[in-house]
């Protein structure tokens, strides 16, 4: 094994362990409300992308944290400086987003179309989960800061006791255990926002106590200046916006989906959560990558770049690929971990097919979109992602109600989306690579 793969790997597998405790978390919710009502998941399924948009607007902007610690990580008054801005001003908009969402959620439910009996469930669950948002942004600026860094253990350990504290609270308030009432999908809501707070408090802490990884002067917080902010925001904002559309997308098709049936948010939210499982691996080689060539880019060496970009792409490729195809076989036996009703699994058959497939050029788009990032452009990617949300709401319209293939065009629609933008994505970073000067990053 070469040393440019022994990195990848030192960065990508603590933040794929990592990210697999973090989906374990979302997984354990629906193990345990699936088997006692499948209308639970459909529950899940329709607060998940109205909340997402706020997870991803906070956790892209610090997407501009990573980078700008991944190109300063040899000053730690910059990285200090950074860091505290991030956490002062994050937590302030945490607060912010948490107080707006007691007016916002039921106008939101209503736009997706949620039925009447799921409602009330919806707006219980969001009541909950929505307290974590105060912490939210302090926790992405730690673990962006971590990444930064290439210091990636610590949000593995943060991770680890979200995933425990969550898995016992879950089976406190659902199982009825020592005679104590089954809370549903209340409960569920509660277990997860107590044990996300437990783990931001933990990494918080380590990197407080490790003045080694990190100095931060908490008194300095108090008077850090904006215009470090500011600087996190150029970076941060344009991922954020991506994010953000790609979410849109997401959300009116959650719309198109709760016209045809509950049921049908279900078994959307239930093959979802099979692929974020697989998609970790994508996130962990993208910051693999956006980290490697962030710390590259000033030596303007072209060769360098595109070696980093393939080597990571052919350890994402290998793994997807291969993961996908046990899971392919073993269908049935994860299907069932959820749910009972043999209706669903045989419906979900077909889905999964396309989903895996889907996960070759999400692939290649997330390889490529941390690559061009790290390089300089963090424009480029909201530029595509407007088009594949334009792709995504038009042709899913079209398949699921004028073709009349239902739920079936939201998966196909997915694939066209993520295969005509890896296309674009791939012929601009092949001209980047093509164009760096001497000097500096090439941004066009």
């Known amino acids: 094994m070469n040393s440019r793969y ?53 956790i892209a902007v610090c997407t501009g944290v990573t980078i700008l610690i991944g190109q300063n990580h040899e000053s730690k008054d910059k990285v200090s400086r ?18 707006l969402w007691k007016f916002i959620s039921k106008p ?14 919806c707006m219980d669950y969001m009541f909950y989960i929505s307290f974590y948002l105060i912490l939210c942004g302090v926790d992405s600026t730690l673990q962006s800061l971590s990444q930064g860094l290439g210091v990636t253990y610590p949000i593995l350990y943060g ?8 898995i016992i609270l879950d089976w ?24 996300n707070s437990v783990g931001t408090i933990y990494l918080f802490w380590y990197l407080l106590m490790h003045k080694s990884v990190i100095n ?25 916006a991506e994010s953000l559309f790609w979410y849109v997308g997401s959300f009116v098709v959650t719309k198109f989906l709760n016209i045809l049936s509950e049921n049908e948010v279900g078994i959307y939210s239930l093959i979802t959560s099979i692929e974020m499982l697989l998609y970790v691996f994508c996130t962990a080689f993208g910051t693999a990558t956006l980290s490697l060539i962030s710390r590259n880019i000033s030596k303007s060496k072209s060769n360098e770049i595109r070696n980093i970009f393939g080597d990571c792409l052919k350890l994402n490729l290998l793994i997807i690929c291969s993961l996908s195809v046990i899971s392919y076989i073993a269908r049935y036996q994860i ?47 909201l530029l ?4 594949g949300t334009s792709i995504t709401v038009v042709v899913s319209y079209l398949l699921v109600f004028k073709v009349g293939i239902g739920t079936l065009g939201v998966f196909i629609t997915f694939f066209i989306d993520e295969l005509v933008r890896s296309i674009i994505n791939y012929i601009k970073f092949h001209y980047m690579t093509n164009n760096i000067s001497a000097n500096s990053p090439v941004v066009i």
């Open 335 to 381: 299907l069932n971990i959820f749910t009972n009703e043999t209706s669903i699994i045989i419906q979900s058959n077909i889905y999964l097919i396309v989903m895996f497939v889907t996960l070759i050029p999400k692939t290649l788009n997330v390889i490529i979109g941390s690559s061009i990032r790290a390089m300089g452009n963090v424009k480029w990617m």
């Open 6 to 58: 022994k990195k990848i790997l030192m960065l990508a597998l603590p933040i794929v362990i990592q990210e697999i405790v973090f989906q374990i978390q979302g997984i354990v919710d629906k193990m345990f409300l699936g088997k006692i009502d499948f209308s639970f998941i459909s529950v899940i399924g329709n607060v998940t992308y109205p909340l997402n948009i706020t997870y991803a607007i906070i």
């Open 216 to 240: 931060l002067r908490i008194k300095s917080s108090i008077s850090s200046d904006i215009k470090h902010f500011v600087e996190i925001l150029k970076l941060g904002l344009p991922t954020s």
């Open 159 to 166: 991770s680890i006791i979200k995933v425990v504290v969550n």
């Open 384 to 387: 595509t992602q407007i088009i």
């Open 82 to 99: 950074y860091t505290i801005a991030a956490l002062k001003y994050n937590l302030l908009f945490g607060v912010l987003i948490f107080i």
């Open 108 to 121: 939101l439910f209503g736009i997706i179309d949620v039925s009447p009996t799921l409602l009330p469930m």
């Open 172 to 195: 406190l308030f659902i199982c009825e255990p020592f005679g104590i009432p089954c809370f549903g999908i209340k409960g569920a809501a509660i277990a997860t926002a107590i044990a």
